[in-house]
């Protein structure tokens, strides 16, 4: 997957994250910012990773974005291995 695609499947699920009552106030507490810190780190590719990373925490939560915009359920950890940052990734 290209950079410029997982850019937006994060974007995407920002705004799903800040529509969903539940998990929006479990994502602010969990990056300690405010609405604005994000609004002004909302292109950084390191911060989208971030909100890409904390989507595939759960498959529940997982499924739910994508099937609120018609997504397949592997591509939001595509789009975070094609953002800055996968590459440190060490199962071992």
């Known amino acids: 997957m290209k950079e410029e695609r997982a850019q937006v499947i994060?974007?995407?699920a920002l705004s799903w994250l800040a529509?969903?009552?539940e998990?929006?106030?479990v994502f602010l507490g969990s990056t300690g910012g405010s609405v604005d810190?994000?609004?002004e780190n909302a292109t950084d590719p390191a911060f989208q990773a971030a909100i890409l990373e904390f989507i595939t925490m759960?498959?529940?939560w997982v499924m739910a974005f994508c099937d609120s915009i018609?997504?397949?359920y592997?591509?939001?950890l595509r789009a975070r291995y094609a953002l800055p940052g996968a590459e440190n990734v060490h199962w071992t």
């Open 10 to 12: 994060a974007l995407q």
């Open 19 to 21: 529509g969903n009552e």
């Open 23 to 25: 998990l929006w106030p």
């Open 37 to 39: 810190d994000l609004r």
């Open 58 to 60: 759960d498959d529940d």
């Open 70 to 72: 018609g997504l397949g």
């Open 74 to 76: 592997d591509q939001p």
